[in-house]
Each structure stands twice: as structure tokens, then as C-alpha cells.
């Protein structure tokens, strides 16, 4: 899939990983929709970025705000939607049952409408609309690339929610692939391991020390930019289809 010239879709985009794709996607010639609920961030990277920028408020769980953005995606830039990348996500610490109880149904809910539900959104309607582009001369008509993380396999004691909901996207990765094989759609997943972006920040710094002495190789945190260029790899090799990449340094959650 060629990056300049296409429309691309950011979800989450305005923060961490998904500001590193966005800024990567416009560096290399995409039209590119922030799609994200912080507006203030959100406008203001627009601004800094100028040309074939636009930003739109989006609540990922709501389908009418998504559709919006996809819209504006495959319309205002005057340019076919062919790339979907879906970053917005949440966590939430807690066990299964703690010192005060049951783990609470409501932020395991909230959790998983984000993560997952709000994954899932972005994908169908992306992909629906690129259903109606024009093939390339490869027969592609669009990509989506979806977060997971290595939670997804080494949960952690305290991430019930995060690794349910990570899980739900590595193994919706294939159907979705295999669903979207016959309209030119590929999908693919990244699940990165720790990445030193807004969620990490607010660690103390001993724990965040503690993060960066367990990874092998390289002993440190991904970078935003990291993530941004293996996505960017996704798009442009069409062979990479219904795969979950690992992006960790080698790294194996511990228990706790």
C-alpha cells in the first residue's frame, strides 16, 4: 500500500503511540484524521502540522462519532480511506478479588468498550468504507492495523481487564483478515511491550526503572517512533496479513 496520496485514520492519535503514527503517516505524504477525544491536544498537533491534517472529536465506543470520522477521513481530504490505525485505548489495576473484593464489573466493562469494542468500531467502519475503493494494481483496497500488547500473553497480576481486552485483538486479528481477504482489506495487530509514552509517565520513577531493567534487548523503553515505523511497515508490505507482532525487546512479563 503506498502512504502518499491515501487517506489515513488515527484513532487515538492525538497522544503516545498513536501522535508518532500520525506525525509518521503525514511525513510520508498520508491525509490524516486525528481521531481522538482530547481536543486540545488533538487541534493543537493539527495546527502544528498543517497540510493534510484534520481533527475530529471521537469517542471510539460511539459508532455515530467513528462513522464521523470516518467520513471525514474518506471525504474532506479528497482522497480514498486505505489506511485504519486504531491506538485509543485505557487500563485499569486491579485484581480478580483484592483486599476490598470482587474486581469492580463496571471499570472491567469500561475497559473492554474501549479497548475491544472500541478496536472492533473503528475496524468495521473503516474497512466497510474501504470495501468501496478503487483496487490498486496489487488488488488492495485498504489496511487496518490494531494495538494488542504482550499483556495479551504475559498478563500481569492486576491487568484482568487490560489482558481480556488485548487478548480479544490478537485473536480477532486472523477472522478479521480472513472476513476482509475478498474485498482487498489486510489487518494486522502490534503488541507492544513497554512504551515510554502518557501511561508511563505518571509511573513513579523507581517503578518505571523497574520496567526498563526487565526488558533483554534494548534495555530501555520503546520509543512512540518505534511503534510508528512498524506500523508504517505493516502498510507498505503487502505479505503482512492476519499477523500479531511482538514489539518488546525480547521482553516476558514477570508475574507482578
Given at each position: 500500500m503506498?502512504?502518499?496520496?491515501?487517506?489515513?485514520?488515527?484513532?487515538?492519535?492525538?497522544?503516545?503511540?498513536?501522535e508518532a503514527?500520525?506525525?509518521?503517516?503525514?511525513a510520508?505524504?498520508?491525509?490524516?484524521?486525528?481521531?481522538?477525544?482530547?481536543?486540545?491536544?488533538?487541534?493543537a498537533?493539527?495546527?502544528?502540522?498543517?497540510?493534510?491534517v484534520?481533527?475530529?472529536?471521537?469517542?471510539?465506543?460511539?459508532p455515530?462519532a467513528?462513522?464521523?470520522?470516518?467520513?471525514?477521513a474518506?471525504?474532506l481530504q479528497?482522497?480514498?480511506?486505505?489506511?485504519?490505525?486504531?491506538?485509543?485505548?485505557?487500563?485499569?489495576?486491579?485484581?480478580?478479588?483484592?483486599?476490598?473484593?470482587?474486581?469492580?464489573?463496571?471499570?472491567?466493562?469500561?475497559?473492554?468498550?474501549?479497548?475491544?469494542?472500541?478496536?472492533?468500531?473503528?475496524?468495521?467502519?473503516?474497512?466497510?468504507?474501504?470495501?468501496e475503493?478503487?483496487?490498486?494494481?496489487?488488488?488492495?483496497r485498504?489496511?487496518?492495523?490494531?494495538?494488542?500488547?504482550?499483556?495479551?500473553?504475559?498478563?500481569?497480576?492486576?491487568?484482568?481487564?487490560?489482558?481480556?481486552?488485548?487478548g480479544?485483538?490478537?485473536s480477532?486479528t486472523?477472522?478479521?483478515?480472513r472476513?476482509?481477504?475478498p474485498?482487498?482489506?489486510?489487518?494486522?495487530?502490534?503488541?507492544?511491550?513497554t512504551?515510554?509514552?502518557p501511561?508511563?509517565?505518571?509511573?513513579?520513577?523507581?517503578?518505571?526503572?523497574?520496567?526498563?531493567?526487565?526488558?533483554?534487548?534494548?534495555?530501555r523503553?520503546?520509543?512512540?517512533?518505534?511503534?510508528?515505523?512498524?506500523?508504517?511497515?505493516?502498510?507498505e508490505?503487502?505479505?503482512?496479513?492476519g499477523?500479531?507482532?511482538r514489539?518488546?525487546?525480547?521482553?516476558?512479563?514477570?508475574?507482578?
Open positions: 503506498q502512504i502518499g496520496g491515501s487517506g489515513a485514520l488515527v484513532a487515538g492519535g492525538a497522544s503516545g503511540l498513536g503514527t500520525a506525525r509518521r503517516l503525514h510520508d505524504g498520508a491525509h490524516v484524521v486525528i481521531a481522538d477525544l482530547n481536543e486540545k491536544r488533538g487541534r498537533l493539527t495546527d502544528e502540522l498543517g497540510e493534510r484534520s481533527f475530529v472529536p471521537t469517542d471510539v465506543t460511539d455515530d467513528v462513522q464521523a470520522a470516518v467520513s471525514a474518506a471525504e479528497s482522497v480514498p480511506l486505505r489506511i485504519a490505525i486504531s491506538c485509543a485505548g485505557i487500563g485499569w489495576a486491579g485484581r480478580v478479588v483484592g483486599r476490598r473484593g470482587a474486581h469492580g464489573l463496571e471499570p472491567f466493562e469500561t475497559v473492554i468498550g474501549v479497548n475491544l469494542i472500541g478496536t472492533f468500531n473503528v475496524m468495521r467502519l473503516a474497512a466497510a468504507t474501504m470495501a475503493n478503487e483496487p490498486t494494481e496489487a488488488g488492495e485498504g489496511v487496518c492495523v490494531n494495538t494488542a500488547s504482550i499483556a495479551a500473553f504475559d498478563g500481569q497480576i492486576g491487568q484482568i481487564a487490560y489482558s481480556a481486552s488485548k480479544a485483538i490478537v480477532m486472523l477472522p478479521a483478515a472476513d476482509l481477504a474485498l482487498g482489506v489486510r489487518v494486522c495487530a502490534i503488541a507492544p511491550g512504551f515510554d509514552t501511561l508511563l509517565a505518571n509511573l513513579p520513577e523507581s517503578s518505571r526503572e523497574e520496567l526498563r531493567r526487565v526488558v533483554p534487548f534494548p534495555a523503553f520503546g520509543r512512540p517512533e518505534e511503534f510508528a515505523a512498524l506500523a508504517i511497515h505493516i502498510v508490505n503487502e505479505m503482512l496479513n499477523e500479531v507482532i514489539l518488546d525487546g525480547a521482553l516476558r512479563m514477570p508475574p507482578r
